[in-house]
């Protein structure tokens, strides 16, 4: 059975078929003309008038290079104090925690043993003494003796034998009443040093030995080391200046308390494995803020470049392949200068490429193009500060650029 199409539904369909024809060739030429009208406008917006910027002036001047690092609080030294005999502690004059200063008592120790092998021992001396003295006597006889022709040479010899004998034993004798003499000093226990003592841990009644734990330790807390690490780079920069004199270290403590000091360690290696020296700074803890075991940051400057060229950091943009600068000329047109950038801190940065004296962009830099035609505006910054608003945001921008 053949299909018929009926005539209405070919012309309705031919009716659609124009009528989106017609839509198309509407839709391309709008586009057509659309398109030239979109670039010429985009153009004429580059093309168009002065590009408002901030600008400042380059200066010359030393800047001193500031190596920043986080530093660890140590002690000095420490000491832990532990009996030289065996003894019965008879009394601890000392409190845990308790600043003591450098010979004060800490511990008394029965040595009533050592007492007694002392008392012996003087005993002993003073019969050797009076041994020797005899023999010295019989000696001297025995020498006018010989001389009238009474005794034999051997009988001489015999008299001399028993006097260097008797002062050998002597010179013996006088080592242990010497050593009797030491071992009776260590019943008083004095502090070697002068700093903080830690935990007690004996009473009276207590027996030490030698050989079993410290009695109590002793830390030297002033002065007081910082010990902190700098990247190898820095290492010639820190040597040169040790070598031309004393090196100034400052650790600020929680972010406020300043304390300067100077650098007295410099480690013999860099550590292979983070390419790192490690440094010791000393500073003077009278006060006792600082504590073994504390951070606090460090800073220094070991090197100062003279006549460097300094502008603001945020004029210094970042090309493809190198760093560059808007310059400001003489014809009021902005032109990109590729500079070599030697340091940056405190929100300026050090740079090489320029002159002195040169106008740089500091604001606006992002509008900018080379040749492009820039006049003088107002900076933000300055307007919010005058008009009251924006404190934080500059206080904000301050902080950032002093931070580490």
């Known amino acids: 059975m053949d299909t018929q199409i009926s005539p209405v539904v070919n012309a309705k369909r031919r009716w659609w078929m124009m009528l989106i024809g017609v839509l198309f060739v509407a839709l391309v030429t709008a586009v057509w003309i659309w398109r030239p009208q979109n670039n010429i406008d985009k153009t004429k917006g580059k093309k168009g008038g002065p590009v408002q910027v901030v600008s400042t002036v380059a200066v010359q001047g030393d800047v001193s290079v500031r190596l920043t690092a986080n530093g660890a609080v140590s002690a000095l030294q420490t000491v832990e104090v532990r009996p030289q005999i065996s003894a019965t502690v008879i009394a601890v004059h000392i409190k845990e925690g308790q600043f003591v200063r450098k010979g004060t008592r800490l511990f008394t120790l029965d040595t009533r043993t050592e007492a007694s092998n002392l008392n012996r021992a003087e005993a002993q001396l003073a019969k050797d003494r009076a041994d020797l003295a005899n023999a010295e006597r019989n000696f001297q006889r025995q020498r006018e003796l010989f001389q009238q022709k009474f005794i034999s040479q051997a009988a001489l010899d015999a008299a001399q034998n028993q006097v260097d004998g008797l002062r050998g034993q002597l010179a013996v004798d006088q080592a242990a ?228």
């Open 177 to 404: 009443a010497e050593t009797s003499r030491v071992a009776l000093s260590f019943g008083a226990i004095v502090a070697p040093i002068s700093g903080r003592t830690g935990a007690i841990n004996i009473y009276p009644g207590s027996l030490v030995q030698p050989n079993a734990g410290a009695l109590v330790s002793i830390t030297q807390i002033d002065p007081i080391n910082v010990g902190f690490t700098l990247t190898e780079q820095h290492l010639a920069a820190v040597q040169q200046a040790v070598a031309k004199g004393s090196v100034i270290v400052s650790a600020t403590l929680n972010g406020a308390d300043l304390r300067m000091g100077r650098l007295a360690f410099v480690d013999n290696a860099v550590d292979a494995a983070s390419g790192t020296i490690r440094l010791k700074a000393e500073f003077q803890n009278t006060d006792n803020r600082l504590w073994p075991g504390m951070f606090v940051a460090v800073a220094l400057a070991p090197q100062t470049l003279s006549g460097a060229i300094s502008v603001p950091v945020q004029s210094v943009q970042t090309g493809p392949e190198k760093k560059f600068i808007y310059v400001v000329g003489e014809d009021g047109k902005a032109v990109a200068m590729p500079v070599v950038v030697r340091l940056i801190q405190d929100g300026i940065a050090v740079v090489e490429g320029i002159a002195a004296g040169t106008r740089v962009v500091v604001e606006g830099a992002q509008n900018l193009r080379p040749g492009s035609v820039v006049v003088e505006a107002k900076s933000a910054e300055a307007s919010d500060k005058k008009t009251g608003k924006g404190k934080k945001k500059a206080k904000k921008k301050a902080d950032q650029a002093e931070s580490p």
